[in-house]
Every structure is written in structure tokens, then in C-alpha cells.
């Protein structure tokens, strides 16, 4: 990534995008993120995990190009990882004000998460 605040990894047609303390993520970073799963799922669809290690914010930007994803169409599920308060509640504003059309689910841990999103992908197999 050229963010050096955002890790991302995929493994078992599972993206995991860690966001580091002070991470801002925009449009790019998002585009970024999921030409980098597109490459490694090989036309498979796949699941998507966000999980924010600290403060984070996210661009206009970036909130507009969540919200209008082209990528969506690849991905099976989205899971964002709750761990902190601020990840809390912007989550749950997000949910409830831009209602994307492809509704995350939200754990407290990345293990949970991570179980989830492996279910649904031994599923569509």
C-alpha cells in the first residue's frame, strides 16, 4: 500500500485491511485495497475485513467511493472489526446515516471476524 498506515493481506479469498493509529483513508487507499484483492482472488469473488487498531478517519472522498463501490459486485461479505469505542461509533454512524447497500457485519474481535468471513467463503465454493 502506498498509505503506510494501512496493511492489507489475503489469504483464503479473505482481504484483512488493518488501519493504523492516525490512519486517513481515502478513495485511492479504498481503490488501492480492493485492485490488490481483485489480483490476488483471481475472479473469485471474496470477503472484505476492516479493522481499525486506533484513531482513524476517513475521507469525504473516501466515504463517497464506500458508498458508490464498483468492487462490491466481487464481494461475497464485509465485516468491520469494532475493537474501540471511536471504531463503535463510527460504525454505527455509518450504518445507520449512509446505509450502504452492502451491509457489514461487526464483531469485537478480528478472530470472530475472520471465523465468520470463512464460513461464507467455504460456502460459495
Request: glycine letters at 4%; hydrophobic letters at 40%.
Amino acid at each position: 500500500m502506498k498509505n503506510p498506515k494501512i496493511q492489507v493481506s489475503f489469504q483464503g479469498r479473505i482481504l484483512w485491511a488493518e488501519f493504523m493509529d492516525k490512519a486517513v483513508i481515502s478513495a485511492a487507499d479504498i481503490e488501492e485495497m480492493y485492485t490488490f484483492a481483485e489480483g490476488k482472488a483471481k475472479g473469485n469473488k471474496y470477503c472484505v475485513m476492516f479493522e481499525a487498531i486506533d484513531h482513524f478517519d476517513v475521507t469525504e472522498d473516501g466515504l463517497e467511493f464506500m458508498l458508490n463501490n464498483p468492487h462490491d459486485k466481487n464481494v461475497l461479505a464485509k465485516v468491520y472489526i469494532i475493537g474501540t469505542q471511536e471504531a463503535k461509533v463510527k460504525t454505527k454512524l455509518h450504518l445507520l446515516f449512509d446505509q450502504p447497500e452492502l451491509k457489514p457485519a461487526t464483531f469485537k474481535t478480528s478472530r470472530e471476524g475472520l471465523d465468520h468471513l470463512k464460513s461464507i467463503v467455504e460456502k460459495s465454493r
